[in-house]
């Protein structure tokens, strides 16, 4: 299964994320972006992956 990891102190909460990959990750109440599970669901690991390529500061790690 794949993880989906957010560097809590590069994030900067644009959003990017959860407009691409809605099933993967979050706005927290902190204003920064979080997976919403531990592992990635199956069927959202292209969105993932492609959230994490789409970081414009990088702070996204999917494995």
């Not at 299964?1 to 706005?27: Q, S």
């Not at 997976?35 to 390529?53: I, L, M, N, R």
Request: glycine share 8%; hydrophobic share 45%; with cysteine.
């Amino acid at each position: 299964m794949m993880k989906a990891i957010v560097d809590a102190g590069t994030c900067t909460g644009c959003t990017l994320c959860c407009d691409i990959a809605p099933d993967v990750f979050a706005m927290g109440d902190d204003g920064l972006a979080h997976p919403k599970a531990e592992e990635v669901p199956a069927a959202a690991e292209a969105s993932a992956q492609e959230a994490a390529g789409s970081c414009p500061v990088s702070a996204i790690k999917v494995d």
